[in-house]
């Protein structure tokens, strides 16, 4: 079964300044998705990023940006120029090739002004 | 337009009774999803519904049903809730390797 992990429950970042998010998942597959899900108090999932496992260049999408390991089944998540606005809930997931999504335990952002 | 919506945003009711929580996509999605989430935030798969074929998590308890009765539309049935219940439910759908959800409904069993 795929599970999972992310180990920090908790992180905070000065304002202006970079946190990097840790995510590593367990699967036999060879062929599947990741994705970091943003969840602000107003409870909404938003999709921050995706990464293909095939491609091996880093997805980016402006501030946000993923360290891919693949072979040590590693997924991190990049903020840059962090913003009071970031401060969320993030979940880290993985898409099976049977189209069932699995989701971390989430670590808790806190933006410092 | 909503891409996933889902009615009610809250739903309040006493211990014992059934309720039911609907869920419309407007994206044309294949598969449509239920994840409740907990106090702690912790995020858990229900069900899934792919063409008729639904994918149930095995620890989820029978008293929980999804009705699909189109494409569309997945809702999710609860009968004799129990304060366990309480939590925010999130429905979503998914086409390739994109999933949406919708808004949550946090339901609160007294």
């Known amino acids: 079964a795929q599970t999972v992990t992310q180990s920090q429950p908790e992180m905070s970042v000065q304002e202006a300044e970079t946190v990097t998010l840790s995510c590593t998942y367990d699967?036999?597959?060879?062929?599947?998705?990741l994705f970091w899900y943003k969840q602000p108090p107003s409870r909404q999932m938003i999709l921050v990023i995706r990464?293909?496992?095939?491609?091996?260049q880093n997805a980016t999408e402006n501030r946000f940006s993923v360290n891919f390991q693949k072979a040590a089944k590693s997924f991190s998540l990049k903020i840059s120029d962090s913003q009071l606005g970031d401060a969320a809930m993030y979940f880290c997931?993985?898409?099976?090739?049977?189209?069932?999504?699995?989701f971390g335990t989430g670590t808790s952002l806190t933006v410092i002004p | 337009d909503t891409a996933v919506s889902q009615t009610p945003k809250y739903l309040v009711t006493q211990m014992g009774n059934d309720k039911s929580i609907k869920c419309e996509q407007n994206?044309?999605?294949?598969?449509m999803y239920w994840y409740k989430q907990d106090s702690k935030k912790f995020l858990k798969i229900m069900f899934s519904?792919?063409?008729?074929?639904?994918?149930i998590n095995e620890t989820v308890p029978n008293r929980f049903s999804p009705k699909s009765p189109d494409k569309a539309h997945l809702n999710l049935h609860i009968n004799s809730l129990e304060l366990g219940d309480s939590a925010v439910y999130f429905c979503?759908?998914?086409?390739?390797?994109?999933?949406?959800f919708g808004p949550g409904t946090r339901l609160t069993v007294l």
């Open positions: 990464q293909e496992a095939y491609k091996q």
């Open positions: 997931a993985y898409r099976n090739t049977g189209n069932q999504f699995y």
């Open positions: 519904y792919n063409n008729k074929e639904l994918i």
């Open positions: 994206l044309g999605h294949d598969t």
């Open positions: 979503a759908s998914s086409q390739l390797a994109e999933q949406f």
């Open positions: 699967t036999s597959e060879s062929d599947y998705y």
